[in-house]
Structure formats: C-alpha cells, structure tokens
C-alpha cells in the first residue's frame, strides 16, 4: 500500500467512525478489521509464522470490534491502531487493547492474562473469574501476569506501554493454552464449541468492565458489547432450515384423515376392535431432507449463540423427519418422547387430582355456536391482529380432513362440522388466534426465520400460553380442564403400554368421559404410533403459572415461537438489536397487566377451576 492510498484509506476509517458507521474492511497481509459500532475496546489476533491456529482466528470474529492481521506489526497496522485508538479515546476517553494468541503447550493454565499495569487489574480479575469454569468434568484455570511486554513471543508488541499511556489506552494479552488439540495438532470440536463459549461471555464481561470503570460509553448490559452484525452464512442457513421445515407439516402428516368413520367402525364394533387409521401420503422422502439438512454448515458459524440455535433446531427437524420415517411402527414412540419430553409422575398426579376435583361438573345445559358465526367471530379477532401488523394476511381454511380446530403455519383451519360451547367461543378464538397466530406473526416479524417456524420445543410454552389466554378470557371451565388432564393420562396409558381398547374405557367408564370423548383423547394420544405431545397442554399451563407466581411478565413470551428456557438467549439478541420489538399484542394482555398481576401468588391450576365455575 502506497503512502497515499494508506492516508485515505486511513482518513476512510477515521471518518465511518466519526459517524458511528460500521466497518467491515480487508486489510492488505490477508487482514480483516470488523467494528460493528464504535466501542472503546478492541481484540486483535496476529497469525503465527507457523501458520495459523483456526479457534483462535475464529475467536475475534466473536466480538463486535476485532482485527486479524497475517504479518508481524508493520507501520501500517501501527498507523492503523493509532487512527482507532486516537478516534475512539476521543469518544469516550479511553481504550483497550486485547491481543489473543496461542501458548506454546508448557503453560500450566488454560489462560494467561497478561496486564502491564494496575488499572488492569480489575479487567484482569474479572476475566480470570470468567474464564475459571467447567466444560464437563473439566474445570478450566486462568491466572494473571504482570509483565511489560504484552506481545505473543514471536512478535514485538503492537504498541508500546509509553505511547498506550499518552493515549489512555490499557494493553492486555490472552494466552491459550492449546488443551483444545489432540495429538496430532487437531481440535477436539465439542470441546472447543463449549469453549469458544466460555470465552465469548468472559471477554463480553471483561469489556464490560472497562467500559464501566474507565469509559463514557453508555451500556446497561454486558450483551449490548455483543457483535450486532452477523454473517452472510447466518441469514443463508436461517433460510435453508425453514426451508427444509417448510417441506411437511408434522402434526398434519401424523393425524388420521378418518377420524369420523374410524369412529363409526369402533362403535359399531361395540368397541371391542381396535380403529384403523388411514394417514396422508408422505410428501417427501425424510432421508433426503436430513441429507440436506446435515449439509449446512453450521459449525462455520462464528457466533455461538446463533450456531446453538441452529443446531438446537437441525436436531428437531431431524427427530420429527425420524418420526415420519417411523410412522406406525414401534419406534414412533420413542422419537417422540425425545421430542416432546418425558411425563413426569407430578404431572400425572396433579392430572388425576384434577380429574378427581372436576368430577361433579357435569350437567350443564350447552348452547353451541355453529360453524359460521364461531368463522365471524375469528376473522373479527385476526382483523384486530391485522390492525396492529399489515403483514398478517392470513385467513380461514374449512376443511373435511382435520379433527377440530387447529393452527398451521398462521392458518386457522377448521373441521367442516364444528361447532364450539358458546361460552367457550372467546376462549377459543384466543388460544388460536389470540397467541398461536399472533405469536406466529410476531416471529414474521423477526429478521430470523427460525422465530415463526419455531424453536425447538416450542409447543410446551405455545400451549400453556393458549390455555392461560382461556383462563384471562374467562372460558377455561372445568370440563376443558378435565380435558387437559385426560389428554395427561391417555399419554401415560400409551407409553406405559397399555391398549387403545384400555385406555378409551379408562376414560369412559372410571373418569365418566362421553364415548366420543373418550374416544378422541385416545385417538389423539395413539396417533401415528403413539404421540406424546399432548401431556405438554397441562405441562405447558402449569410451568407457566409458575412463572407468573413468580412475578414475571407474560408479554416477552410472545416474541414469536419460543420456549420459556430461551429467554436468556432472547434477551441476549434483544441487547444486540438483532431482534425487534413485537408488533402484535392480543387483546387478553391487558387483562393480565390489569388483573392476574394483582392475584398472582395465588395461581394454581385448581384455583383457576374455581375462577371459571
């Protein structure tokens, strides 16, 4: 690079970061300087002569403010630094200077941090203790070192300690021990995820630190150091796997199409014979999907948390691909105990207490709402989600083929017979088009596709949260309580082995279900080979009504479709401004943050029975 194509190139830089523009620029010597936004911090990483170490190259792009440089400090990466340094301290009165590299395998900790001076410490400290966790069984140690050479030992330090101080810049190194190799020089992967892990948050804690102690740079949480601008890579795999989702309907591929007569035929049977399903046919083959699906490459992903979320849907797309391969066979169920998860002996003893304390509920004379005004009433309430968010332009599809009522990717589809409880009517416009359909377009909203296919095991949550919105509509009476209780234990019947011919006259006869009744709970529980989702309605509803005892906002559940154990991680991307606010907000939140905030620490799945009687 020419004197006076280094001198615009650096006037360039100094100028995008006057105006808090990102930076993204190829550096002559195969360097890359990547500043998200202008922070006062910045991690560098220097190939070795050798030849580079690809978790320690990988490492920076991690951050939001990182530089990768191939050759020894030349001028120009030292007229490069100062610029930054120089522009940045400026903004908010100090600097830091992070270089990472590889230890030579003698060091007798994981890490070392190398500081040159007292003001240090604290950042030291801090990263010491961030770094000193466990992968496994494994327990991770990192100590500090004061030296005045802050360099690793084949290269002379990117800028002095005398010149740093003149401008409030703090030098500190990263030494890692390569523990993450095996003997042949190559990185064990699982471990070296976990760690890459570990030191994402250590050194986002680390800068966090700095910048509260010595800075004028304003941030409420370590995450908001987080990078904010992701990867092409990022938004091509997001598109690949809602792609690859988007190619079957699960819950439409392992639902009988002949409910109605397969009903008939057991009745007429004297419920003596076992029904027969009949299915859809399979609209593609799952092996050639999970072929594409563990194409992706994923593990070139920089960033962990993004990476994590991937995977963590990759293997959810390929157990339900593994369910359809296994559809009626003995395996079914197996795929989908790992899907949905294992029924705990709580859950069935609250579900019998339920069934138990709804008993006398019966009697009740029932006015039903017909098919077309319950149609009216719904498209009334995706009028008022439309009103909030023009791009909800879904509608209602009528079908012969489907039991009941359901949601499928934003689409109300509804039996060609139905009809609902009148009273019971809100309540179900709410739990499909209040949160299923709202949340789904809530996700649409979401620069990631993965947020309106839905994370994995999103169903629990999506489901409590219906089920609440029925209890806030004042339409959860008891039958539809017993219901969920009945779908707890038909679950049960099915893994534990039990007959379909044992478990409709467990329903029918001990807990004094109609016989249709009973026989849909069964149907719903022995479809496909044996389907456990349904457990997760109660399961969902109480784990939710924990966390509103507990005093937490319904409101960042509806971020899309999410599971309540993804909130960190939600609040993480919503600290980086990788994620929007909801545009959508159903017409029973205001009922919440009016009146079950108030009654909160009293909610329990059997007082709310006693609410709707």
Same mark, same amino acid.
């Given at each position: ?303 962990p948390t993004i990476a994590f979320l991937f995977r ?32 705990? #002996?709580? &859950?069935?003893?609250? @579900?019998?207490? /339920? ?5 006398? $509920?019966?009697? +009740? *004379? ?84 993965l947020f309106y296919i839905g994370v994995p095991g999103?169903?629990?949550?999506? #489901?409590? &949260?219906?089920?609440? @919105?029925?209890? /806030? ?5 008891? $039958?539809?309580? +017993? *219901? ?130």
């Open positions: 690079m020419t004197q006076s194509s280094e001198k615009k190139f650096l006037h360039r830089i100094t100028s995008q970061l006057k105006a808090r523009q990102p930076i993204r620029e190829n550096l002559p010597f195969d360097g890359m300087l990547n500043i998200d936004q202008p922070v006062p911090f910045l991690i560098a990483y220097r190939i070795p002569p050798h030849g580079k170490d690809d978790f320690t190259y990988q490492l920076g792009k991690t951050e939001s403010s990182y530089l990768t440089i191939n050759k020894d400090s030349t001028d120009f990466v030292q007229s490069l630094l100062r610029a930054i340094i120089h522009q940045v301290s400026d903004m908010f009165g100090a600097f830091l200077l992070l270089e990472v590299w590889i230890g030579q395998g003698k060091e007798s900790d994981d890490f070392t941090v190398h500081i040159n001076h007292k003001s240090a410490e604290p950042i030291a400290a801090t990263l010491q203790k961030e770094l000193s966790k466990s992968i496994g069984v494994r327990r991770l140690t990192a100590n500090i070192n004061t030296s005045d050479r802050i360099a690793p030992p084949y290269y002379t330090p990117f800028i002095e300690y005398a010149e740093a101080k003149k401008s409030g810049t703090l030098l500190m190194g990263l030494e890692i021990r390569p523990g993450y190799l095996n003997a042949s020089g190559e990185p064990y992967p699982l471990y070296t995820r976990e760690l890459r892990n570990v030191l994402g948050k250590a050194l986002k804690k680390s800068f966090y630190e700095f910048v509260r102690l010595h800075t004028s740079f304003i941030a409420s949480h370590f995450q908001m150091l987080g990078t904010t601008v992701l990867e092409d890579l990022v938004w091509k795999i997001d598109q690949e796997l809602a792609l690859c989702s988007s190619k079957f309907d699960f819950l439409f591929l392992i639902t009988p199409v002949n409910t109605d007569e397969a009903w008939k035929d057991f009745e007429k049977s004297g419920f003596q014979k076992p029904p027969v399903f009949h299915y859809r046919h399979m609209p593609i083959d799952p092996e050639l999907v999970k072929r594409k699906l563990y194409d992706l490459p994923i593990e070139e992903i920089a960033d963590d849907k990759r293997k959810e797309i390929d157990r339900m691909l593994t369910m359809l391969i296994d559809r009626e066979k003995p395996d079914f169920i197996q795929s989908s105990i790992q899907l949905f998860g294992k029924i705990d #002996e709580n &859950l069935i003893e609250i @579900a019998k207490a /339920l069934l138990v304390a709804t008993a006398g $509920s019966k009697g +009740r *004379t029932k006015e039903y709402m017909q098919l077309d005004e319950f149609i009216s009433v719904a498209r009334e309430e995706l009028q008022y989600l439309k009103d909030q968010y023009g791009e909800v332009k879904t509608d209602i599809m009528v079908r012969d083929d489907i039991e009941g009522i359901m949601v499928s990717r934003g689409v109300l589809c509804i039996n060609n017979k139905f009809r609902v409880e009148r009273s019971r009517a809100e309540a179900l416009v709410q739990h499909e088009v209040g949160t299923h359909i709202a949340t789904y377009f809530n996700g649409f909203a979401q620069p990631f596709k999103y169903e629990q949550l999506q #489901e409590g &949260l219906a089920v609440f @919105a029925e209890f /806030l509509c004042g339409g959860l009476n008891s $039958s539809r309580l +017993r *219901t969920l209780a009945a779908r707890v234990i038909a679950v049960q019947q099915m893994v534990t082995g039990h007959t379909f011919i044992d478990t409709f006259f467990l329903l029918s006869e001990k807990y004094q279900f109609s016989k249709e009744h009973a026989f849909s709970i069964t149907m719903r529980a022995y479809r496909g080979g044996g389907l456990t989702k349904d457990a997760i309605y109660l399961k969902g509803l109480i784990s939710l009504l924990e966390y509103v005892k507990a005093g937490h906002d319904i409101t960042p559940l509806l971020m899309g479709k999410i599971r309540q154990d993804y909130l960190p991680i939600i609040d993480e991307l919503i600290y980086r401004k990788l994620l929007k606010p909801i545009p959508i907000k159903p017409r029973y939140l205001h009922k919440y943050l009016e009146s079950v905030k108030k009654m909160e620490s009293k909610l329990t799945v059997f007082n709310l029975t006693q609410a709707c009687e």
